[in-house]
């Protein structure tokens, strides 16, 4: 099973990249778990996530072909 | 309609889906554009221009040089000038048959209310949460459309809040973000930069919804927010549902809002103490204190009233480690919240010494001193 991630803003820097694939995640809090895990300073910033578009706020079971969207807030005016 | 007017809309006029009905219910419409920074601008020149009856133009600001790569309305020779008087003037060249009003105030919690009754729809270009916060909960208060706009970087985002779609489904930035994040989990333009494109292209977008809101065209970003990236062109849109059960204590009516302090419930004020304008003088003439200044170079008003040392909030924690602190410490910056960010980052590593921040900033400073000489 394959979930695409997007990420954004001060994600992307985060994860240096801005579109991944990742294999073996069944819900957003898996993803979360692993990403925190790799990227160390997503911890400190602040998000929402998005399962196929949908902006989502407690955890979410995944299914193959998924697109999680990881969206910080921004205050720059 | 008068010829003079028919020839100045006729463009848009001729458009089947717009007509003389649409050009009217623009005239009509009173639209507000808090911040006439980088996303107002073009916000405010784009509305003028479709003829949008009534602009009302919030920003308490002095046009300096570091803002112009981004905010158009503005030219050189406006230096030093307030960004209301100024924009009001250029839109009312491009269009002097509309009626423009000015606010030149900083937008709080006691005076938000009235202003933002007094008109049909509110374009957000701030550039702090605390503000962003307070306008949101005051146009769900009052149930009026609001077009959320944000940069940072290469990147925007753009929405509209509490206008409901087709199925009466009406959502708001808490429907999103419910809570504010940590003061130092999000940067700034000032700190992080932007590129000066950018807010045209999102302040333009913001722009475009508002005329869509008003003649009833199209479809708004009702219930989405649209993200933006100008580096690959790429944009991608999230769908929003309201939160039925929030758990965090808000303001929901225009009393909460007035007895709510949304620079604390931002995270701004936790643990720094603020001085007020007599006491800092106080300070100055009875102590040997530190005085940072941690605006970007080039920010005005310049100091020349006392001496201090220039320490930029982009760089602040680098620069921090070369310096020798012993005595009190008083930060300031324009207005008040970015030396809120320093003084937490001061006390985390000087936990010993007295750091304070200088409420409203440098400019409230200035104003309350030149008041106290006259």
Known sequence: ?77 | MNNHLYDRYQRQILLKEFGTEAQAKLFNAKVLVIGAGGLGCPALQYLAAAGVGTIGIVDFDLIELSNLQRQTLYNTNDIGKHKTTVSAERINAFNPSIHIQTHTIQLNNTNAYNLIYNYDIVIDGTDNFSTKYLINDVCTILQKPLIYGAILRFEGQVSVFNLPNKQNICTNYRDLFATPPLPNNVPTCNEAGVIGVLPGIIGTMQAAEAIKIITNIGEPLCNKILSYNVLNNKSYLFDILPITHHSNNFPTTKTEIENFNYDWHCGLNDTVTEIEFYEFEELRKNEEIKIIDVREEGEIPKVEAFSCINIPLSNFVNKIQNIELTNRVVVFCQHGKRSIKAAQILKAKYNHLNIVSLKGGIVEWEKQFNDSIY
Do not use: R
């Open chain 1, 1 to 77: 099973m394959q979930i695409n991630v997007l990420a954004f803003g001060q994600i992307a820097e985060a994860m240096n990249g801005e579109s991944f694939t990742f294999s073996n995640i069944n819900t957003t809090n898996d993803l979360i778990d692993y990403l925190m895990q790799q990227y160390a300073s997503l911890k400190t910033l602040d998000y929402k996530i998005a399962v196929n578009k949908q902006i989502i706020h407690s955890n979410m079971p995944l299914n193959n072909h998924d697109t999680v969207a990881l969206l910080p807030p921004f205050s720059g005016g």
